[in-house]
């Protein structure tokens, strides 16, 4: 009999949402509740899957911390700094999961993510109890997704069990903060999933973040993520439109940068990441919108969001249109410039310098 009951699980044509602390068998009244030093101690081996731009510089902050990482991905060319290190690169992703404690994926779409965890050479394909007591999902992806996988893993069995924990478990942790945040470690991850494995895995959190913050059940990470992503986007296009008005009317951007941040309009996109070539040093707008957060990401992120929305029966005017302008800028060819290139060539604004 399969370890992981993979099959029934994802041929359900509809859904529904088990809490995940039912799956578990809970511990007697004479067991002791499981402390945040109990799971440090089982974080030794850690495996990572997808070695992209945010995940690469992930996965080296967790080495640079002292952990013993192996990791894998299906480009050659990213994994090839890692082999030149010394790091161990496995050969698939059930290969990570033999070989680790916790795996931690970080993958580009909710396509990947199962193809990851449950295809042919995939994490949850062992036919025997597993070793990661965690697998830690730092994809932005679907709750509704992220929800299912926390299903599957929390069927298969532990090889060795912790205390009265006998099965896997997996936190969905996206994160906010971009490329530079992940290089220079101060990404905020948005954590879903057993409380317990939360506290549990928090130190795996700070050695590639500043922030985490528990959002709840299963799939909550994934949620907040997209509601975080929709208001950014909506955000950046309100301040680009502002910003081309203070232009047409003969304001520099500068000022209006400087009203607003000290005013009711300021924003992260004002402060932080200011779309205005010459406005601001270090964010993509100063590198003609190069290595920051993808437009064609955002389209992503956007369509997941109307999704979620349609199906709770939300209205979604202001995310549906920021969908079709960063849509129609990906069709005109700026779908890898980073998402604030919307002042530019949506709304023709000026650099200032």
């Known amino acids: 009999m399969a370890i992981c009951r993979l099959k ?33 101690s089982r974080i030794e081996n850690v495996g990572f899957i997808g070695l992209g731009k945010m995940g690469s510089r992930m996965a080296m ?50 396509s990947y993510v199962l193809d990851v965890y449950t295809g042919p050479r995939g994490l949850l394909k062992s036919g025997s109890p597993m070793r990661p007591w965690l697998f830690i999902d730092s994809s932005t992806i679907d709750p509704q997704t992220s929800r299912k996988l926390s299903v599957a893993v929390s069927a298969c069995a532990l090889k060795e069990k912790i205390d009265q924990w006998e099965n896997s478990v997996m936190l969905d942790a996206p994160v906010s903060g971009g490329i530079l945040a992940a290089g220079a470690g101060t990404l905020t991850f948005m954590v879903g999933g057993p409380k317990e494995a939360y506290l549990g895995a928090e130190c795996l959190f700070l050695s590639m973040g500043k922030a985490t913050i528990y959002c709840g059940g299963a799939g909550n990470g994934s949620a907040a993520k997209i509601c975080n992503n929709m208001a950014m986007a909506v955000s ?21 940068t400087k009203i607003f941040n000290s005013s009711s309009a300021r924003c992260w996109c004002s402060d932080s990441y200011n779309p205005v070539p010459g406005v601001m040093e270090q964010v993509p707008s100063s590198r003609n919108y190069h290595g920051g957060f993808a437009s064609k990401l955002m ?11 349609n199906e709770a029966g939300v209205h979604h005017p202001l995310a549906s249109q920021a969908q079709e302008i960063f849509d129609k800028l990906c069709k005109e060819g700026h779908e890898a410039e980073d998402f604030s290139c919307v002042f530019r060539h949506y709304y023709g604004g000026r650099d200032e310098f």
């Open 8 to 40: 029934s699980l994802f041929s359900l044509s509809k859904f529904k949402y088990t809490p995940l602390t039912s799956l578990f068998r809970p511990p007697s009244s004479s067991s002791r509740k499981f402390s945040s030093s109990d799971l440090h």
């Open 61 to 110: 902050n967790l080495i640079n911390s002292g952990f013993k990482v192996s990791v894998y991905d299906i480009n050659t060319d990213a994994v090839k700094p890692f082999l030149d290190n010394g790091v161990i690169v496995k050969e698939s992703p059930l290969q990570i999961a033999e070989a680790s404690d916790v795996v931690i994926t970080m993958l580009p779409s909710s």
């Open 236 to 256: 950046m296009i309100g301040l680009s439109e502002a910003f081309v008005l203070g232009q047409s009317l003969g304001i520099p951007c500068r000022t209006l």
């Open 299 to 309: 389209v992503k992120d956007l369509n997941l969001a109307i999704a979620s929305a």
